[in-house]
């Protein structure tokens, strides 16, 4: 099906879905200031959708709820991932990138490296690149550490910095709830407040003292057999503790969500967005009622998992 932009012109669209970290295993701070990670990915359904039609040069739109938060500048992972495309290619970045956002802004649930993936895709099949899955796997990887996850979707471990994937077999449907913060929090404060915190507990936060984050072998066994209440219990989140250091609310937004119900809450990736993992969909959708009305929270939406990474939606 044909889906013309506001100019008119024939466009790709591709849709990616937003993650939750199920294990977020910090390792310690690397020479390169980055953490290695035992990363455990869940792809859920909350999309953003991202169109690329021709154009004279590279420009960016976006619209949903959010999209006076997001940059429309250079710095967009959008744009970059489009310049790295064309680049690799010897290619000019000559087209327009409509973001339709739906996933929450700097909220922890990777939508600006689901719009990076988003674009890649969108800007490989409408260049005709075709550029292997490796080479697009690259590309994501250089654009940021979550990125290769939001090409592949579904359920994968994530090692090195996040980008280095392994598949993970899941036997079931999970039912979640996320509460939106007002405001987003930067990725790179909340890991050198995990480094802050760890050097003032006297554990200390470089590679040299803290061991090799490893997956739970509870939570890859619950995931395994689709089991939510194996699941609830093994979910654990390494940079919980420094979300909610730089930002106290949200541990009244957690409790109203286990208060209603949810069989386990935390913190998704670095924040501020929660997670409730529900027994079902009725159960998610009580428990995200009881969050609207709580005033804990800007709002609260279910989405369910895992589902599929970027996909090509419209083309032509
Ligand atoms: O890779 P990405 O651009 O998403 O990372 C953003 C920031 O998050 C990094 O600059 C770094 O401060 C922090 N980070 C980290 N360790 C990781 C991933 C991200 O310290 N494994």
Same mark, same amino acid.
């Given at each position: ?8 012109a ?11 970290n ?14 290695d990670?035992a ?9 953003d959708?991202?169109?690329?039609t ?29 310049r ?13 990138l409509?973001?339709a956002?739906?996933?929450p ?31 697009l ?11 290769p996850?939001s090409?592949v ?14 598949p ?15 405001g987003g929090?930067s ?26 984050p490893?997956?739970?072998? =509870?939570? $890859? ?7 939510? *209440?194996? /699941? @609830? !219990?093994?979910? +654990? ?7 909610l250091?730089?930002?106290p ?14 069989? =386990?809450? $935390? ?6 967005t929660? *997670?409730? /993992? @529900? !027994?079902?969909? +009725?159960q ?7 969050l ?17 990474? =970027? ?6």
């Amino acid at each position: 099906m044909s889906r013309p932009d506001s100019t008119g012109a024939p466009g790709t669209t591709v849709r990616v879905p937003a993650k939750v970290n199920v294990q977020l295993a910090v390792g310690g701070r690397r020479p390169d200031g980055f953490h290695d990670l035992a990363n455990v990915f869940l792809a859920v359904g909350l999309y953003d959708e991202v169109t690329a039609t021709p154009a004279d040069a590279l420009t960016l739109t976006c619209t949903g709820p959010d999209a006076d938060q997001v940059p429309l500048d250079d710095t967009n992972l959008a744009a970059r991932a489009a310049r790295a495309l064309a680049a690799r290619h010897g290619l000019d970045p000559a087209v327009h990138l409509h973001i339709a956002k739906d996933i929450p802004v700097a909220g922890g649930m990777a939508g600006g490296s689901a719009d990076a993936a988003g674009a890649l895709l969108a800007c490989d099949t409408l260049w005709g690149t075709g550029a292997t899955q490796d080479e697009l796997l690259a590309i994501c990887a250089e654009l940021g550490s979550d990125v290769p996850f939001s090409l592949v979707g579904g359920a994968a471990l994530g090692r090195g910095r996040g980008e280095l994937l392994e598949p993970l077999p899941v036997g079931g449907t999970f039912h979640w709830v996320f509460a939106v913060a007002d405001g987003g929090l930067s990725t790179p404060a909340v890991y050198k407040e995990c480094d802050r915190l760890r050097d003032a507990s006297g554990t200390g936060a470089t590679t040299a003292d803290i061991p090799d984050p490893e997956p739970s072998p =509870a939570l $890859l066994a619950a995931l395994r057999t689709g089991d939510p *209440a194996a /699941l @609830a !219990a093994a979910l +654990d989140n390494d940079l919980q503790a420094a979300a909610l250091s730089l930002r106290p609310s949200l541990a009244a937004t957690l409790a109203a969500g286990t208060d209603a119900g949810a069989l =386990a809450a $935390l913190v998704s990736g670095s924040g501020p967005t929660t *997670a409730f /993992l @529900a !027994a079902d969909a +009725d159960q998610a959708d009580r428990v995200a009622t009881a969050l609207r009305a709580s005033g804990t929270c800007r709002t609260a939406r279910t989405a369910a998992g895992p589902v599929a990474g =970027a996909r090509v939606v419209a083309n032509g």
